[in-house]
């Protein structure tokens, strides 16, 4: 009882970190807006919520049950190339040229892996069971490849300036969010089955690798997303900026505010992409957190705080880490689908770790991980910082450098390198929260 008047009041000096913590990063997109422009305030307040959603699902792998995801791009790309094959129209030349081809050598990779499954159970010597799975192995793999790359040189053979692809299904494009987080959760689970019996470094390194491998296959299988020629033009789920500005209505409302339409009408799409984006974050981090706060969830905290005693409890701690893997994964699933909508293309280049892992690792720890409200708030703060740092940069630099002349070689390196600042930025940013908030500005609640 003695202790209870000097721990209350610590509780009502936490309780509004919380709200004053949003409404401080809401001040800060308010200033862009009012400094630079609103369309570019829009603009990063939807690319952190893309981040937040990103953060989110690598929170629950490593705030909930300790895993180091070190392949976040792969399942980033994964959520890219799902908005391609749902949202494009199909191209009928490439289907006529070599679908059938494709469709038959991936019908003969599934045939070879049952018949492969068969063969070991069937055989119970274990000579004669490997010899066997590896001729089934290798038969039904140039029997594949023997179907398979004609019919890929037949498909990028199509128009390859346009297309060179299959396309997609041309469905609306917000069902590829969907589409993206079953995709990224059925890479997880086959990546799951290898890499989650290793121990928390290799885990690490197998994420990376198969990540990697990931991100390569996109880069160079062209029959399926166009490889390193990019797919452009993906559909929207809000209005064309043209197609408002052609508007009588819409231009006479812009006239009313005194505003110019092509500016009005980028803002106006850009607060439809706003919304989408804040109702999908909103309902993951509703099922998040009820997650959190049921038996499962501290099920998950339990295995992360002590696996033996989990063990020792009778949970299957294996099983339950491949649960939260595939569950994280969906999540950074949707978030790259998002992403591509957003961008309107699909470029595998653009999937590499310092954006897609560095970063989102950042903003986990920033925020505090175990907490969704903290990586929520991460994922705001460090790509806000990541935009905004090469502008404050530029500034920065030119007012050390003011009294120099324009042609000066110091004021001329220094103003080329403030891109750099970014870097600087990330790593003080990184250190100062490890410094003096360690757990993160939102840290984990113990209940």
């Known amino acids: ?187 997880a689970w086959a990546a799951g089955k290898i890499s989650l019996g290793l121990r928390a470094d290799y885990l690490a390194i197998a994420t990376l690798g198969i990540s990697e491998i990931i991100v390569a296959f996109l880069k160079y299988e062209e029959w399926l997303a166009r490889g390193v020629k990019n797919v452009t033009g993906l559909p929207r789920p809000v209005p064309y900026e043209v197609d408002l500005q052609a508007a009588a209505r819409f231009r006479e409302w812009a006239e009313s505010l005194g505003a110019s339409p092509v500016e009005l009408s980028s803002i106006v799409v850009k607060l439809c992409y706003a919304g989408l984006f804040a109702l999908v974050l909103l309902v993951l981090m509703w099922l998040s957190e009820a997650a959190l706060r049921s038996p499962w969830g501290r099920m998950m905290r339990a295995i992360r705080d002590n696996e033996t005693a989990a063990e020792a409890m009778g949970k299957d701690v294996t099983a339950r880490h491949l649960q939260v893997f595939v569950l994280g994964s969906a999540v950074v699933g949707i978030a790259g689908a998002m992403l591509a909508t957003l961008d309107g293309q699909f470029t595998p280049t653009t999937y ?42 530029l500034w920065l630099m030119d007012l050390l450098t003011f009294p120099l002349g324009a042609d000066h070689p110091l004021r001329v390196h220094l103003m080329d390198s403030a891109a750099h600042m970014r870097l600087v930025v990330m790593g003080v940013v990184l250190l100062l929260v490890l410094r003096f908030a360690p757990q993160g500005l939102i840290p984990e609640e113990r209940r």
């Open 1 to 187: 009882m003695s202790d209870t008047p000097a721990r209350f009041p610590l509780r009502l000096a936490r309780a509004p970190r919380k709200p004053l913590l949003f409404a401080a990063m809401a001040a800060l997109i308010g200033l862009v807006g009012i400094g630079q422009s609103w369309s570019l305030a829009l603009t990063i307040m939807n690319l952190c919520l893309i981040s937040a959603i990103m953060t989110l699902g690598v929170n629950i792998q490593w705030g909930y049950a300790g895993l180091f995801n070190a392949g976040v791009m792969g399942f980033a790309a994964l959520g890219g190339l799902a908005g391609v094959l749902v949202s494009m129209p199909p191209v009928g030349a490439a289907w006529r040229a070599g679908g059938a081809g494709v469709v038959l050598a991936l019908a003969m990779g599934l045939v070879t892996i049952a018949a492969a499954m068969l063969v070991y159970r069937r055989l119970r010597r274990p000579a004669s069971r490997k010899l066997a799975v590896a001729l089934v192995v290798a038969a039904g793999y140039f029997a594949a490849r023997a179907l398979f790359e004609p019919a890929v040189r037949a498909i990028e053979g199509v128009d390859p300036s346009r297309t060179g692809y299959l396309g997609g299904f041309g469905l609306p494009v917000v069902l590829s969010w969907f589409a993206g987080g079953a995709l990224a959760a059925g890479a």
């Open 352 to 393: 590499h770790p310092l954006r897609f892992t560095f970063l989102i690792w950042v903003m986990v720890i920033v925020g505090g991980s175990g907490n969704n409200w903290g990586a929520v708030l991460g994922g705001f703060m460090v790509w806000y910082a990541w935009v905004e740092a090469e502008p404050l940069g």
